[in-house]
């Protein structure tokens, strides 16, 4: 079975500092990978989808994610963060018939002035 | 453009009630998703349908039921409600699968049901 591990529960950063939030992954197969966000009292979005095309994924809002195979790892960055970023984030994983996400616990991101 | 709908937003339940959460989506996509989010645990998947008539069960069906006998709409019924069924509830669609290459498959998500039971 698929899996993510979000290593950290609670990310702090000043406002206009770069952004690093980490995921590592466990498949058997070659999976899909994605970074969904979600804001206080709101529904999730897609920030942005790795699905083997290139291993530097760029998404929305100034984030970008790469897939690091030999790490098992796919973490999001972004190089100055903004107020607005501060949000829960939460990396998922295909499963192998890549028809169900699986969800990890998810980091929030604080974003002071 | 209403996208995904989901109703009730909040409700409080007694143990051993039943309920019905609705969810509607006007894009015309084939797969709807029931999640259920509690704190510090993400997102689990409950039930999702690959299209009208046919449901699936996910990480943690017990205690819920699902039909799809519409494109649009996917009701979750919660048949004798627990206090463990306590949760925010989100609905999600998608015109393609989410995983594999090519189109996007980009889950679009409803605003969430809360739910508690006492």
């Known amino acids: 079975a698929q899996s993510v591990t979000q290593l950290d529960s609670h990310v702090s950063v000043s406002e206009g500092t770069p952004v690093l939030l980490r995921c590592n992954y466990s498949s058997s197969y070659s999976p899909s990978l994605f970074w969904y966000v979600q804001h206080p009292n709101k529904g999730l979005q897609l920030l942005l989808k790795y699905t083997s095309a290139a291993t530097l994924v760029k998404g929305i809002n100034g984030f970008e994610a790469e897939f690091k195979k030999s790490e098992t790892s796919f973490h999001l960055t972004k190089p100055s963060a903004h107020m607005s970023d501060a949000a829960e984030y939460f990396c998922v994983v295909s499963d192998e018939r890549y028809s169900t996400l699986t969800f990890g616990k998810g980091t929030m991101l604080l974003v002071s002035p | 453009n209403a996208g995904v709908t989901q109703t009730p937003k909040f409700r409080i339940l007694k143990i051993g009630q039943s309920m019905t959460l609705q969810c509607t989506q006007d894009?015309?996509?084939?797969?709807m998703y029931w999640y259920r989010q509690d704190p510090g645990m993400g997102l689990k998947l409950i039930y999702y349908?690959?299209?009208?008539?046919?449901?699936d069960k996910g990480e943690v069906p017990n205690g819920y039921n699902v039909s799809r006998s519409t494109t649009e709409d996917f009701p979750l019924r919660l048949e004798l409600a627990a206090p463990s069924q306590t949760s925010v509830y989100f609905c999600a669609s998608s015109y393609f699968p989410p995983g594999g290459s090519g189109a996007s498959g980009e889950l679009f998500f409803g605003e969430g049901s809360r739910l508690t039971v006492l």
């Open positions: 349908s690959v299209g009208a008539g046919i449901t």
């Open positions: 894009m015309n996509h084939n797969y």
